[in-house]
């Protein structure tokens, strides 16, 4: 049998997974792909930078055992690295590096001097007329790592936030972009990322700030003819996060602003950190070269927690909390409350309190009771198939017409109703979106859900089909 490079990966592969644990594997090498096999040299594609650091950070060992059983001591491992957008190359970068060499990816480090370090500029967060240069880096330091419970949901994302925390400003993934729904912990990783670095570089400056604080300080400074001075000062800060970046959507001024500020920083070898509530894809009004750094470095997605890490995430609370509960309730709790780490936090603490207050014992009829009232007060996320039956039976047309590639103006506004529900009901992506109502690119549903809010505010009957929509979506 001929000898390929699938071969040969697939073998390795059967080694490694005797050696490593499932959820390691399943992260770090099932998306590796073969590509070719040249004497001894076997090259493999990943995903980014990132994981051809991981890779020889952690399992540079297990690889070359693996590889030298495959193809005898002379065998060589090549990274095939696809990098998106990164400085307008879109070449993948092909680097073959000996086990533990480094220095091939360290050369494209760029090393600027900084020459805005001046201390008299003015620091927004202290009180005008109190001369103080020390900036404090505004972090909670309760959000640590070690509260935030790892994950299927959340691995690539924490992974990424310690090796920035380890080496912040010296990884390829600057900036580093975590996204997702509502209370699903990206706050609480921006800040636990901050701290660790507080931790091992107590020299370096970092800021946690809000976009919505950061425009507000920008259109301060330019009232007061301070532009300046408020670039210079967020020139000076070592690690920059910036939580719910999407506030900045469609606000030009602020975010040019951030354009230069985020430029000169990235230049610098200063590490910037992002948190959003949607994928750069999908975030709307946002400047295109703005989006194209975001693309830079790597954007993380945190999902809902499976069952066993709610079930982690609620023992790990209790614990915290000195209350100890029988596992079948915690079970019931993580069973029933699917929907993100803020509502099940808050159930628990609900049921701690009803009992707590009303001087009961914590029983599973009692977590029922709780349960119940939580789940029909937590606003249901509906299907795009439901969203597009609704929308078809509203205007008395079936679905294939609602997909239909009719431009009739009728099934044209359904279709882009259809649309901005699921945008607004569901967490999927507008290209998801898209393929799911009569196969339309993300552009056509950007286009839809502008249509829907222009149409809304000028037209009265139109405002009323997303007022009733609405109400049989909310039921």
């Known amino acids: 049998m001929s000898v390929t490079a699938q071969s040969v990966w697939n073998n390795c592969l059967e080694f490694i997974k005797d050696n490593i644990q499932p959820q390691a594997y399943k992260t ?24 051809y650091e991981w890779l020889e950070e952690h399992y540079v060992k297990i690889l070359k055992v693996s590889l030298t059983k495959e193809l005898g001591e002379s065998a060589k491992l090549v990274y095939i690295i696809k990098m998106e957008n990164t400085y307008g190359n879109k070449q993948p970068f092909t680097e073959k590096i000996p086990s533990s060499n480094r220095s091939a990816l360290k050369s494209q480090d760029v090393d600027v001097p900084l020459n805005n370090k ?6 927004p967060f202290v009180i005008p007329g109190i001369r103080n240069v020390k900036i404090e880096s505004q972090l909670n330091p309760n959000y640590s790592f070690e509260n935030f419970l790892e994950g299927d ?4 994302a924490r992974s990424a936030g310690l090796a920035v925390a380890a080496k912040p400003g010296g990884t390829s993934f600057n900036p580093l972009l975590i996204f997702g729904g509502v209370g699903l912990g990206k706050t609480h990783l921006a800040h636990a990322i901050g701290v660790d670095i507080k931790d091992k570089y107590p020299e370096k400056t970092v800021l946690y700030i809000s976009a919505e604080k950061f425009t507000q300080q920008y259109i301060e400074a330019v009232k007061k003819n301070n532009r300046n001075d408020f670039i210079h000062f967020y020139q000076i800060i070592d690690v920059l996060i910036i939580d719910d970046v999407q506030f900045l959507s469609g606000k030009t001024g602020t975010q040019d602003v951030f354009f230069h500020i985020f430029n000169h920083l990235h230049q610098n070898g200063k590490q910037v950190i992002l948190t959003s509530d949607k994928a750069p894809v999908d975030m709307q009004d946002i400047e295109q070269r703005l989006l194209s750094r975001f693309k830079w470095g790597l954007s993380a997605e945190l999902q809902n927690p499976d069952f066993e890490t709610r079930v982690s995430i609620l023992k790990n609370k209790l614990y915290r909390d000195g209350v100890e ?9 993580a069973k029933n409350i699917k929907t993100n780490v803020r509502e099940l936090e808050g159930a628990i603490i609900s049921l701690i309190a009803q009992s707590s207050f009303n ?17 029909k007060n937590t606003k249901r996320e509906v299907s795009i198939d439901y969203i597009q039956k609704v929308v078809s039976d509203y205007f008395q047309m079936d679905i294939d017409t609602l997909q239909s590639k009719t431009r009739k103006r009728h ?14 009901f569901t967490k999927a992506s507008l290209a998801s979106i898209g393929s799911q109502i009569g196969k339309r690119d993300h552009a056509t549903v950007l286009h839809a859900c502008k249509t829907v809010d222009n149409l809304s505010s000028t037209d009265k009957q139109f405002r009323k089909y997303v007022e009733d929509i609405t109400k049989k979506l909310s039921v």
């Open 28 to 51: 770090w090498f099932e998306p590796i792909v073969a590509v070719k096999l040249t004497d001894k040299a076997l090259s493999i594609q990943v995903p980014s930078k990132f994981f």
């Open 118 to 123: 001046n201390p008299e500029l003015r620091n």
């Open 153 to 156: 949901s959340n691995r690539l």
């Open 325 to 333: 509960m029988p596992d079948e309730i915690i079970e019931y709790v």
């Open 359 to 375: 001087k009961k014992e914590i029983t599973i009829d009692l977590a029922r009771i709780i349960v119940e009232k939580f789940v």
């Open 411 to 424: 099934i044209v506004q359904a279709r882009q109703l259809a649309m901005f529900f699921a945008k607004k």
